[in-house]
T-cell receptor, first 118, second 112 residues
């Protein structure tokens, strides 16, 4: 089954304790992205990756890191989480861009990771 | 000003009603447009793309007005299962950054 898998789905942690949210897709997509969703603010892009070893900042990259060593995996790293990073996080992927999104503009999302930082 | 703005709602409508949502975008370099649907606590999913000439998919009709920089979604004969948040999404490419920009969403509640 084609899917984007995120782990963990739910996590409660404390300020300063490093954590990683994993994201894996089995559709051979080149483009992957991380979003956070907060009430009233919608989905905001954190980081994205056009392909292996190519990553770039989105709208709200502060406090986050990513890596893209393999095509299928795009982990999100919070080196020193703070309470303002409490949010719902989504990983998404889409096929190769060739200058734009795939014809349908469809992003395939993971089920989300709800993170609480105390 | 947000790049993509939507009325958050909620829109409470009875079953069978017709309901319309608008979404405005601020960047004239916006090139493609979409509506996504998001159920409570779930991931967003593509509902339909929005084409310049307008397009229809069953009970759903999407329209684009480039001059006024807004897109709309019309739902006819609302079903209980249409209850969800509808996200307006715009592909902006003038920055060289390839990303979809999401509106905050409009919540629809269809009531029996």
């Amino acid at each position: 089954e084609a899917q984007v898998t995120q782990n963990p789905r739910y996590l409660i942690t404390v300020t300063g304790k490093k954590l990683t949210v994993t994201c894996s897709q089995n559709m051979n997509h080149e483009y992957m992205s991380w979003y956070r969703q907060d009430p009233g603010l919608g989905l905001r892009q954190i980081y994205y990756s056009m392909n292996v070893e190519v990553t770039d900042k989105g709208d709200v990259p502060e406090g986050y890191k990513v890596s893209r060593k393999e095509k299928r995996n795009f982990p999100l790293i919070l080196e020193s989480p703070s309470p303002n990073q409490t949010s719902l996080y989504f990983c998404a992927s889409t096929p190769g861009l060739a200058g734009g999104f795939s014809n349908t503009g469809e992003l395939f999302f993971g089920e989300g990771s709800r993170l609480t930082v105390l | 000003r947000k790049e993509v703005e939507q009325d958050p709602g909620p829109f409470n409508v009875p079953e069978g009603a017709t309901v319309a949502f608008n979404c405005t975008y601020s960047n004239s370099a916006s090139q493609s447009f979409f509506w996504y649907r998001q159920d409570c606590r779930k991931e967003p999913k593509l509902l339909m793309s929005v084409y310049s000439s307008g397009n229809e998919d069953g009970r759903f009709t999407a329209q684009l007005n480039r001059a006024s920089q807004y897109i709309s979604l019309l739902i006819r004969d609302s079903k209980l299962s249409d209850s969800a948040t509808y996200l307006c999404v715009v592909n902006i490419r003038d920055t060289g950054r390839r990303a979809l920009t999401f509106g905050s969403g409009t919540r629809l509640q269809v009531q029996p």
